[in-house]
């Protein structure tokens, strides 16, 4: 954490921690707890706030959780950091994202939550992603002590923005976190916490331990399975007030509109210019105090308190400058606005349309213009979704754009605040049954380099429903419509708008199971941006200094790292992107934990074979309790046929240098239209 957040160490009332409480379902399941509260909560009773995740909260989730509980703890709250069931700690084993079981224990949590002597009855949810997301599933269940939840880069739909599936497209990232969360399952329980049975325990994990990626790839349409946990099938059935927090340069600020423009409930919404992170620690800059924020909601909502909330704007959002392309931007200058409504009454949309020339006020002459790209565009693109802060951002685009049909403006006779939805209706005809397009609107700067503004992608297949979808018919033309990533961002004067179309983008995307090409019909062809005009006497929304509980102490036995590296075979083409982090290895200085992990990706593909993709991974797990050392390997694949994906994965468990554990996986699973 850098300099700019202030670490404050004193609060109104004194905290006490409890390391671990063990929460006993009725089902005999324990679930395992850190919770840390004022320490006279026995005699002066508080509202509790629930995280409640996956991730550990003795090694996994342990720096944030140092950095935010604490100081709501020390505001008067209980706060209360669960592991779900078959994670860390935790008896049983983790069936899957977002089950009935997981939301099921969460209710009663909350339930054991509001009976508790130090409790006064109120409780609230917080979380950021899979936590962001339980809460607001939770929230629909209608446990009658939930009155408040705060969800940072969520989603309201499973289906259209997670990190399986955009625009019906399969995401590489389906595979990417399902190898993820095989790594995180396979760990074993801390033996000081759990006793003796923590080997029997860590057994039983591996032997259930599900393939997820698999699992997920099996629902290729938006069905029942997607469904479940998806707020958007009846927001009616949340009645507790969201605040929802993302951030510009995270995959999930789409949804917090949706849920602003849908949700009976109360909402307010926060969307500054951060990845995926919590807005006290995030990149890029600039952070905000989103403790004191978070603060003064849980007081009106939780404790009744006079605090303003409800005259906030209902969206405060970061306006972001132009800044020339970059992998890991620490920083990113702009301004802050306040919109009583998305898009707010200053933006009006603004029709760009597609002509021989580029992007103009005036529709052009009809043109076929052919569009079929090479499999390796898209190599540009960063992450789907970044998360762990390595060089994961879009990098400069011109590259991409050279295996793109591309449509420039008119260089900008002044700067232009983008601010709202973006939306491209595209008339076009495909040679294949399936074929895919990305979409990416581009800031090209005078100098030429080409930054990323906002991007979709699309399974053309998909284009009247993502539950129905229908082959297409090569020769006939078609119209859709394609909503792109909202935005908030300033051009400045001499740039240009680039709209860009490609029919690959890897290794982002999977590629269609065969070479394509589109004919885009530009008469029927445009764009609309949003642009948003000068407010006259407007007042930028102030925000508290960001400010953290003390970081927890860590001991560093080895360095992180990270890279991420291209290479392209000068006879095939071949291009191959390797990735790895490191996350380093540390000892808990107050418990004695050592813990460790690295993560590593390869992506590869030829120009001219789709079917040529390949993708890979490997993780290292390292615990160390005293003379205890563990340590387990995960291995996942993926590559395609014509008509399947194939897909393998393996577990190794070792314990003191002797494999202890080995498990392996393969599916093949049928393409459905993808």
């Given at each position: 954490?850098?300099?700019?957040?202030?670490?404050?160490?004193?609060?109104?009332?004194?905290?006490?921690?409890?390391?671990?409480?063990?929460?006993?379902?009725?089902?005999?399941?324990?679930?395992?707890?850190?919770?840390?509260?004022?320490?006279?909560?026995?005699?002066?009773?508080?509202?509790?706030?629930?995280?409640?995740?996956?991730?550990?909260?003795?090694?996994?989730?342990?720096?944030?959780?140092?950095?935010?509980?604490?100081?709501?703890?020390?505001?008067?709250?209980?706060?209360?950091?669960?592991?779900?069931?078959?994670?860390?700690?935790?008896?049983?084993?983790?069936?899957?994202?977002?089950?009935?079981?997981?939301?099921?224990?969460?209710?009663?949590?909350?339930?054991?939550?509001?009976?508790?002597?130090?409790?006064?009855?109120?409780?609230?949810?917080?979380?950021?992603?899979?936590?962001?997301?339980?809460?607001?599933?939770?929230?629909?269940?209608?446990?009658?002590?939930?009155?408040a939840v705060i969800t940072l880069c969520s989603t309201d739909d499973r289906y259209a923005d997670d990190i399986h599936f955009k625009g019906g497209c399969l995401i590489n990232e389906n595979l990417g976190w399902g190898a993820t969360m095989l790594s995180y399952s396979?760990?074993?329980?801390?033996?000081?916490?759990?006793?003796?049975?923590?080997?029997?325990?860590?057994?039983?994990?591996?032997?259930?331990?599900?393939?997820?990626?698999?699992?997920?790839?099996?629902?290729?349409?938006?069905?029942?399975?997607?469904?479940?946990?998806?707020?958007?099938?009846?927001?009616?059935?949340?009645?507790?007030?969201?605040?929802?927090?993302?951030?510009?340069?995270?995959?999930y600020s789409n949804a917090i509109f949706r849920m602003l423009a849908h949700l009976k409930a109360p909402v307010k919404t926060i969307i500054g210019p951060w990845a995926h992170k919590y807005p006290h620690f995030a990149v890029p800059g600039p952070r905000i105090g989103?403790?004191?924020?978070?603060?003064?909601?849980?007081?009106?909502?939780?404790?009744?308190?006079?605090?303003?909330?409800?005259?906030?704007?209902?969206?405060?959002?970061?306006?972001?400058?132009?800044?020339?392309?970059?992998?890991?931007?620490?920083?990113?200058?702009?301004?802050?606005?306040?919109?009583?409504?998305?898009?707010?009454?200053?933006?009006?949309?603004?029709?760009?349309?597609?002509?021989?020339?580029?992007?103009?006020?005036?529709?052009?002459?009809?043109?076929?213009?052919?569009?079929?790209?090479?499999?390796?565009?898209?190599?540009?693109?960063?992450?789907?979704?970044?998360?762990?802060?390595?060089?994961?951002?879009?990098?400069?685009?011109?590259?991409?754009?050279?295996?793109?049909?591309?449509?420039?403006?008119?260089?900008?006779?002044?700067?232009?605040?983008?601010?709202?939805?973006?939306?491209?209706?595209?008339?076009?005809?495909?040679?294949?049954?399936?074929?895919?397009?990305?979409?990416?609107?581009?800031?090209?700067?005078?100098?030429?380099?080409?930054?990323?503004?906002?991007?979709?992608?699309?399974?053309?297949?998909?284009?009247?429903?993502?539950?129905?979808?229908?082959?297409?018919?090569?020769?006939?033309?078609?119209?859709?419509?394609?909503?792109?990533?909202?935005?908030?961002?300033?051009?400045?004067?001499?740039?240009?708008?680039?709209?860009?179309?490609?029919?690959?983008?890897?290794?982002?995307?999977?590629?269609?199971?065969?070479?394509?090409?589109?004919?885009?019909?530009?008469?029927?062809?445009?764009?609309?941006?949003?642009?948003?005009?000068?407010?006259?006497?407007?007042?930028?929304?102030?925000?508290?200094?960001?400010?953290?509980?003390?970081?927890?102490?860590?001991?560093?036995?080895?360095?992180?790292?990270?890279?991420?590296?291209?290479?392209?075979?000068?006879?095939?083409?071949?291009?191959?992107?390797?990735?790895?982090?490191?996350?380093?290895?540390?000892?808990?200085?107050?418990?004695?934990?050592?813990?460790?992990?690295?993560?590593?990706?390869?992506?590869?593909?030829?120009?001219?074979?789709?079917?040529?993709a390949r993708m890979t991974t490997h993780w290292t797990q390292e615990i160390q309790r005293d003379d205890i050392v563990l340590r387990t390997e995960t291995w996942s694949t993926m590559h395609s046929s014509a008509g399947y994906f194939h897909l393998t994965a393996r577990?190794?468990?070792?314990?003191?240098?002797?494999?202890?554990?080995?498990?392996?996986?393969?599916?093949?699973?049928?393409?459905?239209?993808?």
């Amino acid at each position: 954490m850098s300099q700019d957040t202030a670490i404050i160490d004193q609060f109104p009332r004194q905290v006490r921690e409890i390391e671990n409480q063990w929460i006993t379902l009725t089902d005999g399941t324990r679930l395992a707890a850190r919770i840390w509260l004022p320490a006279d909560a026995e005699d002066n009773p508080v509202p509790a706030i629930l995280e409640y995740l996956p991730y550990r909260k003795r090694d996994g989730t342990v720096e944030r959780d140092q950095l935010t509980h604490p100081y709501f703890a020390g505001h008067g709250y209980a706060c209360v950091r669960v592991d779900m069931r078959g994670c860390g700690e935790s008896d049983g084993v983790l069936e899957d994202e977002y089950s009935r079981q997981e939301l099921d224990d969460g209710v009663e949590v909350i339930s054991w939550l509001a009976g508790q002597a130090w409790c006064s009855g109120t409780v609230g949810m917080m979380g950021i992603s899979w936590g962001g997301f339980n809460g607001l599933q939770i929230a629909a269940m209608r446990p009658e002590p939930l009155k408040a939840v705060i969800t940072l880069c969520s989603t309201d739909d499973r289906y259209a923005d997670d990190i399986h599936f955009k625009g019906g497209c399969l995401i590489n990232e389906n595979l990417g976190w399902g190898a993820t969360m095989l790594s995180y399952s396979s760990r074993p329980p801390d033996p000081a916490l759990v006793g003796d049975g923590w080997f029997d325990t860590w057994m039983q994990r591996l032997d259930n331990e599900p393939f997820l990626a698999a699992r997920w790839l099996r629902h290729q349409r938006r069905d029942d399975y997607w469904k479940h946990g998806s707020i958007c099938e009846d927001y009616s059935g949340i009645e507790a007030a969201v605040l929802a927090v993302g951030g510009w340069n995270d995959a999930y600020s789409n949804a917090i509109f949706r849920m602003l423009a849908h949700l009976k409930a109360p909402v307010k919404t926060i969307i500054g210019p951060w990845a995926h992170k919590y807005p006290h620690f995030a990149v890029p800059g600039p952070r905000i105090g989103f403790l004191q924020e978070a603060l003064r909601w849980w007081d009106f909502w939780l404790k009744g308190e006079a605090t303003g909330v409800l005259r906030d704007p209902a969206v405060r959002t970061y306006v972001m400058a132009s800044t020339p392309p970059a992998a890991l931007p620490p920083h990113i200058p702009g301004k802050w606005i306040s919109e009583a409504s998305w898009p707010g009454q200053s933006s009006q949309p603004n029709r760009l349309y597609l002509t021989p020339d580029g992007l103009r006020e005036a529709p052009g002459e009809e043109q076929a213009l052919s569009l079929s790209s090479p499999q390796t565009t898209g190599r540009d693109g960063g992450e789907f979704c970044v998360i762990w802060m390595g060089p994961e951002f879009a990098g400069d685009q011109a590259r991409d754009d050279a295996g793109s049909v591309v449509f420039d403006s008119q260089p900008l006779g002044a700067d232009m605040d983008l601010v709202g939805p973006v939306e491209l209706e595209l008339e076009f005809s495909s040679d294949k049954p399936v074929a895919l397009l990305a979409v990416r609107l581009n800031d090209v700067r005078p100098d030429g380099s080409v930054s990323r503004i906002t991007y979709a992608l699309q399974n053309l297949t998909h284009i009247v429903s993502h539950e129905h979808p229908e082959p297409l018919e090569p020769g006939e033309k078609y119209f859709c419509r394609i909503r792109l990533d909202d935005v908030a961002r300033t051009l400045p004067e001499g740039h240009r708008l680039r709209l860009s179309l490609s029919t690959c983008y890897w290794p982002m995307m999977w590629p269609a199971p065969e070479p394509v090409t589109l004919d885009i019909h530009t008469a029927r062809s445009w764009l609309t941006v949003p642009v948003r005009a000068p407010v006259p006497g407007e007042n930028a929304p102030v925000f508290p200094e960001p400010v953290s509980a003390p970081p927890v102490d860590l001991v560093e036995l080895r360095v992180p790292s990270n890279s991420r590296e291209q290479t392209e075979d000068a006879d095939t083409g071949e291009v191959t992107m390797s990735i790895e982090d490191d996350f380093g290895l540390y000892r808990n200085a107050q418990h004695g934990l050592i813990t460790g992990e690295v993560g590593r990706e390869t992506h590869s593909i030829r120009p001219d074979d789709p079917l040529s993709a390949r993708m890979t991974t490997h993780w290292t797990q390292e615990i160390q309790r005293d003379d205890i050392v563990l340590r387990t390997e995960t291995w996942s694949t993926m590559h395609s046929s014509a008509g399947y994906f194939h897909l393998t994965a393996r577990i190794e468990a070792w314990h003191n240098e002797k494999l202890v554990f080995e498990r392996d996986f393969a599916e093949d699973i049928a393409r459905d239209l993808n």
